[in-house]
């Protein structure tokens, strides 16, 4: 079945720094959609890629969909203490299946 | 702004009895998820509800789950018989449009706040 990767699994970044984290399918995406989930909260939908080689980019944070639709990325540049959180990818495949990667995990030292 | 609500925050349950959760998704939302998020651990797909059915549902969603929208406003998930290892939160999630529609605005799901359930 499908598998959805992300890596890291953790990632400590000092404020101000940049960091990637990396999302990876096993099979080839209709689309994908990254959220955010707090510690304690719940999934926070950020936003959604559909074509091949997509961009988008929201004030600091940049989402890329890969040119095979397989892999995706987001860059967060400047990190501020309210990155804070777990950042998930969620794959949709072609049954329109939605998959959760199992996060990557961001704390930001001050 | 409209949102998805969970009823209880917190559930405590005994091994072997049956819970009921509760959801009040988005009202002009056609589509409904639950998932399941152990303490730590990833965000799990348990099963996707369209047009008074199941759509879809994961390994998970086994015979002691069941979903019914029993009137047009509420969505819940029933366990049966409750094991140690259902201790998770629950989330339930709605969308506007859902498989079938590779792209375009409305097919993020939006999540409830999640109740907590603790299986003693």
């Known amino acids: 079945g499908q598998q959805v990767m992300q890596i890291p699994q953790y990632q400590h970044v000092q404020e101000g720094e940049d960091f990637t984290t990396y999302c990876n399918s096993s099979?080839?995406?209709?689309?994908i959609q990254w959220y955010k989930q707090r510690p304690g909260g719940h999934p926070v939908f950020l936003i959604q890629l559909v074509k091949s080689g997509e961009v988008k980019k929201q004030k600091r944070l940049t989402f890329q969909f890969g040119e095979a639709k397989k892999n995706s990325s987001l860059h967060i540049t400047a990190t501020q203490t309210t990155d804070v959180g777990t950042y998930f990818c969620a794959g949709r495949d072609s049954w329109g299946k939605l998959q959760f990667g199992a996060g990557t995990q961001v704390v930001v030292t001050p | 702004e409209p949102e998805v609500t969970q009823t209880p925050s917190h559930q405590v349950t005994q091994m072997g009895q049956e819970v009921i959760l509760r959801c009040v998704p988005i009202?002009?939302?056609?589509?409904f998820y639950w998932y399941r998020q152990i303490l730590g651990q990833k965000v799990e797909f348990l099963v996707s509800?369209?047009?008074?059915?199941?759509?879809?549902k994961s390994e998970i969603f086994d015979d002691q789950f069941s979903v019914e929208r029993p009137d047009g406003s509420n969505f819940t998930l029933k366990i049966r018989s409750t094991k140690l290892e259902d201790s998770a939160m629950y989330f339930c999630a709605s969308s506007e449009i859902g498989r079938g529609t590779s792209g375009g605005a409305g097919n993020e799901q939006f999540f409830g706040p999640g109740t907590r359930l603790t299986v003693l």
């Open positions: 099979t080839t995406l209709s689309n």
């Open positions: 009202s002009n939302h056609l589509y």
């Open positions: 509800f369209y047009n008074n059915e199941i759509s879809e």
